[in-house]
């Protein structure tokens, strides 16, 4: 069975940096691109970056919102995708889901329970 | 980036009932670009219909996508308490990555 699980949302200063990961299990993960998503408070889900699997040559892409300042890798030896997200804005405060995507059937099929995130002095 | 809109913001229907929901997009896109996702408080995005009308696994045949271009429609048939929830409608950018709808609410009464 597919599981994506997030990790390290927590409460940070506004400037300040601070790394997500997301392990898969139950799946072949270099074979599947990744994502990320937010959701701010009341507000609907707003995609972050994605990762292509090994077949795509691992590409990235960034929204315009966090171009520059969030980096998503992946090591899928561990089954894991990161994302380091640096000089956080206090509108950066959301939910954060990963989801992997089928790039053969553009769906994302499975999503993790999600991580918070709050930036706030 | 394409815009998406979804119509009505709210639904308010009897169990057993029928759910018609719309999304429109700003410019015309593949049918396979346009998913449908529910959501229920505290929970994350669930896929329900890919290629705009393709079910993913375990959603059952209640549910149901159709539409091109620029008009899509997701409809839930014969409505359970348990399909309370806002329902996104969502495309596929390529490398401009994805956009959802602002959603609608489905309410059971």
């Known amino acids: 069975e597919v599981h994506l699980v997030e990790s390290g949302g927590n409460l940070v200063q506004p400037g300040r940096s601070l790394r997500l990961s997301c392990t898969g299990s139950g799946f072949t993960f270099g074979d599947y691109a990744m994502s990320w998503f937010r959701q701010a408070p009341g507000k609907g889900p707003e995609w972050v970056s994605f990762?292509?699997?090994?077949?795509?040559?691992?590409?990235?892409e960034y929204a315009a919102s966090v171009k520059g300042r969030f980096t998503i890798s992946r090591d899928d030896s561990k089954g894991i995708v990161y994302l380091q997200m640096t000089s956080l804005k206090t509108e950066d405060t959301a939910v954060y889901y990963c989801?992997?995507?089928?790039?053969?059937?553009?769906?994302?099929?499975?999503w993790g329970q999600g991580t918070l995130v709050t930036v706030s002095s | 980036e394409i815009v998406l809109t979804q119509s009505p913001g709210t639904l308010s229907l009897s169990p057993g009932e029928r759910a018609t929901l719309s999304c429109r997009t700003g410019?015309?896109?593949?049918?396979?670009?346009l998913a449908w996702f529910q959501q229920k408080p505290g929970q994350a995005p669930r896929l329900l219909i890919y290629g705009a009308s393709s079910r993913a696994t375990g959603i059952p045949d209640r549910f149901s996508g159709s539409g091109s271009g620029t008009d899509f429609t997701l409809t839930i048939s014969g409505l359970e308490p348990g399909d309370s929830a806002v329902y996104y409608c969502q495309q596929y950018g390529g490398s401009a990555g994805f956009t959802f709808g602002p959603g609608t609410k489905v309410e059971i009464k």
């Open positions: 990762i292509r699997g090994k077949a795509y040559g691992g590409a990235t």
């Open positions: 410019q015309s896109i593949p049918s396979s670009y």
């Open positions: 989801s992997r995507f089928l790039e053969w059937l553009l769906g994302l099929d499975y």
